[in-house]
């Protein structure tokens, strides 16, 4: 697994549907979404092959971190905004995410 390693991809794509990850793929490498279209997956050959069957962009951990950080505060700001009432019928508030 991923967080027995400790070497990761960061990449920046949309989902585009089926296909995207592969039955073959999730039993190759770890891999998971976050806000901002980023994933993170295993540094290994089958995932960098993902990641240029996909299109997608390249990032470093702390741009990848940054994307996620911005998107998460916006949707705490909009939480923070809400009625008592409204917070109250909602899941909470959005939590804090740092990748892996």
């Known amino acids: ?18 296909g995207f ?5 999730s039993r190759k490498f770890w891999i998971r979404g ?7 997956c295993d540094d290994i050959p089958e995932s960098r092959d993902w990641g240029a069957r996909n299109s997608a962009a390249t990032k470093t951990k702390s ?9 998460v505060e916006a949707q705490q700001a909009t ?17 804090t995410i740092t990748l892996p």
Request: net charge negative.
């Open 34 to 40: 976050y806000p901002g279209n980023v994933w993170v």
């Open 21 to 25: 990850i592969t039955h073959t793929d």
């Open 1 to 18: 697994m991923a967080t027995d390693k400790g070497f990761f991809n960061y990449w920046v794509v949309a989902n585009s549907g089926k």
């Open 63 to 71: 741009q990848a971190q940054t994307i996620v950080t911005n998107i």
């Open 79 to 95: 939480w923070d905004d809400l009625s008592d009432e409204d917070k109250a019928a909602s899941t909470g508030r959005p939590a």
